[in-house]
């Protein structure tokens, strides 16, 4: 498998950029520096998180997000193919 997070993932099932095997590993996501923990989409090559807000749902039942642009670094969490960077940089 390969060792970085594609350029484009959503937790959205409906999203084509939607991938269970990827999402199942653990993706976590570094924006501005910050450890973010509640992004529903990310795009590293445009510089977007697409974050939700609070619990509020929308009339289909899904989150309500906000967009953010700033510097995008996804990482593995799981060491299945990858290492997170902070585990690979103490060893």
């Known amino acids: 498998m ?5 350029d484009r993932l959503s937790s959205a099932p409906k999203s084509p950029f939607h991938d269970a095997t990827l999402l199942a590993r653990g993706v976590g996501i570094r924006f501005n520096g910050v450890e973010k923990n509640n992004v529903e ?9 697409r974050l939700a807000v609070g619990n509020t749902k929308d009339r289909q039942g ?3 997000t906000i967009k953010l642009v700033g510097k995008v ?3 593995f969490r799981t060491a299945g ?11």
């Open 73 to 75: 670094e996804p990482y």
């Open 2 to 6: 390969n060792e970085n997070p594609p």
């Open 62 to 64: 899904r989150p309500l």
């Open 81 to 91: 193919g990858g290492a997170a960077p902070e585990a690979a940089a103490r060893d």
């Open 41 to 49: 989409e990310y795009c590293v090559s445009e510089g977007w998180v």
